[in-house]
């Protein structure tokens, strides 16, 4: 079993920043995918971006790229995810996910959840 935790939402204002943390705790392993996604009212679970524990390759959908930044610190079991440039459509309940193996941007595809952060951000 792999425990999640994430913490570091709250309110923003438009063009603002945040930096959400997750901490990992169990069975976690260099062979495990971390992903971040993020739900708002009424959508669908969607991918914001994932990392590899072994080498620290991330991926992110288009609509993130040069604003978000997921990393990593292996010793801690922490990973992260900056964000900036942050819009009012940015607004959503973010979930950091671990999957073993790769990653990929189906959410129904992953293990395990932590139990998730709310972002808002104000016009």
């Known amino acids: 079993q792999v425990q999640l935790v994430e913490s570091g939402g709250g309110l923003v204002q438009a063009e603002g920043s945040l930096r959400l943390s997750c901490a990992a705790s169990?069975?976690?392993?260099?062979?495990?995918?971390m992903g971040w996604f993020r739900q708002g009212p009424g959508k669908e679970r969607e991918f914001v971006g994932a990392?590899?524990?072994?080498?620290?390759?991330?991926n992110y959908p288009d609509f993130v790229k040069g604003r978000f930044t997921i990393s990593r610190d292996n010793a801690k079991k922490m990973v992260y995810l900056q964000m900036n440039s942050l819009k009012p459509e940015d607004t959503a309940v973010y979930y950091c996910?671990?999957?073993?193996?790769?990653?990929?941007?189906?959410?129904?595809?992953?293990?395990?959840w932590g139990q998730g952060t709310q972002v808002t951000v104000s016009s």
């Open positions: 990392i590899s524990w072994s080498d620290g390759s991330t």
């Open positions: 169990g069975r976690t392993s260099s062979s495990y995918a």
């Open positions: 996910a671990a999957k073993f193996g790769v990653y990929t941007g189906n959410y129904k595809s992953w293990s395990y």
